[in-house]
């Protein structure tokens, strides 16, 4: 597509080709692009025709026009996990991602992650210490704006700051763009399987009797790898079973996706970040003999500089695996979820009839599906210990 010919390609847009980067709005030197929230929830870029100069330097920047990256030479697929037990448990698979964020950080390097805002949305902020690294460890299943950093990742390159930026393949797609990818630099990308917007789920929490502060969709405590939810308050805990959460549930059979989700052009082996990180959920079919309780992350490494972050990584188990056993279990490298039928009915409900009214009426498993979770969930119990290590 040579959208980048055409500069106010913005006005055109259809909603299932935005991303909701923001790249777009953070380079407009005119200030003509602001950012709304649509009824569904997600943000989008608004360009005001009055001031727009059609330089393209929104077109220049946007996930969309980039062509999806070629496969990469001598790419490598490895299982691993941290050897810090803590941080292997604290984080939703094998604890990489702060492996390789320790390391940066130790080299007075910078760490740009997801994390939540007093309000429960899901900003991407910098860290610059170790201290720091709970606030954006973990998996939020909730579409994240990273429209704040743009500006200050790009003036912290220029600072020559090493600077390490994870994201959805979106996301770092639009980074790279935004600051062309220099050598200080370092990306990872998830394999993503789509995302609801923040508001959706503010709308949940909201709720709940009290103020919910803290969440993990990746809790461990209750039967190791897999997802358990435990939301905090201040003075309480809960720990439920996700699909009993009508938010968790829409994330998880795609019916409350942002639209770009269904059509995403990252959900392929051609990644965007240096390094992709994921779960091997079927890590034990190609290497049976390893515990797996705690959790255990895919790494693909797709580049040199990716190659060269792996290699200096001092406290991992580490082994090498391949993209043939890693596939079978990650259909997001293949292909974008696909969009229910119901989906948009269910979203045009949420505008006009609110959350509790779609909660109720298309976001509730049937009691059997619960029970059966609550079953698998007590005898993954009873076996855990025999892939706890
Ligand atoms: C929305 C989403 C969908 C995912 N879908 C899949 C999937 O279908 N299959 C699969 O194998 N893995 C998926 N993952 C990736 C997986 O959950 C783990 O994040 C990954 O394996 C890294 O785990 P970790 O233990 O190394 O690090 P963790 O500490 O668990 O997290 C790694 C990083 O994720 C980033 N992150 C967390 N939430 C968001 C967010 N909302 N937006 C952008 N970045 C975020 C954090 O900033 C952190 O840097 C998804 C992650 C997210 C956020």
């Known amino acids: 597509m040579n959208i980048s010919s055409t500069p106010s390609f913005l006005n055109t847009l259809k909603k299932e080709e935005c991303y909701g980067c923001m790249a777009c709005v953070n380079a407009c030197g005119t200030d003509s692009i602001s950012i709304t929230r649509d009824s569904e929830g997600f943000i989008y870029p608004a360009v005001d025709k009055n001031k727009c100069i059609l330089c393209g330097k929104c077109a220049k920047v946007c996930p969309l026009v980039n062509e999806p990256p070629e496969l990469q030479e001598g790419q490598e697929v490895y299982y691993a996990w941290s050897n810090n037990t803590q941080n292997r448990l604290d984080s939703s698979s094998g604890g990489i991602f702060s492996e390789i964020a320790t390391t940066v950080l130790s080299n007075n390097g910078l760490v740009y992650g997801a994390a939540y805002a007093n309000d429960m949305s899901v900003v991407h902020i910098k860290i610059t210490t170790k201290e720091e690294l709970p606030k954006i460890r973990g998996s939020k299943y909730i579409q994240s704006d990273i429209s704040p950093t743009f500006k200050t990742i790009k003036a912290d390159l220029k600072a020559g700051k090493l600077v390490y930026f994870t994201g959805t393949p979106c996301q770092v797609s639009a980074i790279k763009k935004f600051t062309n990818n220099p050598d200080n630099l370092i990306t990872s ?7 609801p917007s923040s508001k959706m789920f503010q709308d949940q929490l909201s709720l709940f009797d009290q103020k919910i502060n803290n969440i993990s969709f990746r809790d461990k405590k209750r039967t190791g790898w897999g997802y358990d939810l435990r939301l905090v308050s201040d003075n309480k805990t809960w720990r439920m079973e996700p699909l009993a959460l009508p938010y968790f549930y829409g994330f998880w059979k795609n019916l409350t996706l942002r639209p770009s989700c269904y059509n995403c ?11 992709t990180l994921a779960d091997y959920w079927l890590v034990r079919k190609s290497h049976p003999s390893i515990k797996t309780g705690k959790g255990v992350s895919a790494i693909i490494v797709n580049t040199d500089k990716g190659c060269k972050i792996i290699e200096d990584l001092n406290n991992i188990t580490v082994e090498k695996s391949s993209m043939v056993n890693l596939l079978k279990g990650l259909g997001r490298l293949k292909s974008p979820v696909k969009k229910p039928q119901s989906r948009d009915l269910i979203m045009l409900e949420y505008s006009q009839k609110g959350f509790s009214y779609i909660a109720k009426n298309y976001l509730m498993p049937p ?11 007590g005898l993954k119990q009873l076996i855990l210990f025999k892939y706890w290590k």
């Open 189 to 195: 990308d998830l394999v993503c399987h789509g995302v």
């Open 265 to 275: 052009q990252f959900a392929t082996i051609n990644r965007e970040g240096d390094i």
């Open 367 to 377: 009691r059997q599906v619960i029970l059966k979770e609550k079953a698998l969930r």
